[in-house]
């Protein structure tokens, strides 16, 4: 039996849809994939990279309310945030492009 993303603490249902877009159909898988591999498989199937959405995600999966990350917490998981970004988002390539990425026909840098 598979439960809602929106089951986990801080998400609700727009996380739901974003995460069925990118092929992660329940909390169950979520949890599977971590908060990383999730996040980078929302940036690819283009979701717009946003700092706060991905540290309610990590806070949501250890159980803690979202604004619960503060100090050197926050700045470790802004670092982990700016390398999916960087390797999981490109604004630079067209939706044909992204495509092709996808499937597998664009060599990634």
């Not at 492009?97 to 840098?109: C, F, T």
Request: charge should be positive; include cysteine.
């Amino acid at each position: 039996m598979s439960t809602p993303v929106s089951s986990i603490r801080n998400l609700g249902p727009a996380m739901d849809a974003a995460c069925a877009k990118a092929g992660i159909p329940d909390a169950e898988t979520l949890r599977v994939l971590g908060a990383d591999e999730t996040y980078r498989r929302l940036l690819r199937s283009g979701v717009r990279p946003h700092f706060i959405g991905y540290y309610v995600l990590v806070m949501g999966l250890q159980g803690r309310p979202w604004n619960d990350c503060k100090g050197d917490e926050k700045k470790a998981l802004r670092a982990r945030f700016d390398a999916i970004k960087a390797e999981a988002f490109d604004s630079g390539r067209s939706a044909f492009e992204k495509a092709l990425d996808e499937i597998g026909v664009i060599e990634r840098p």
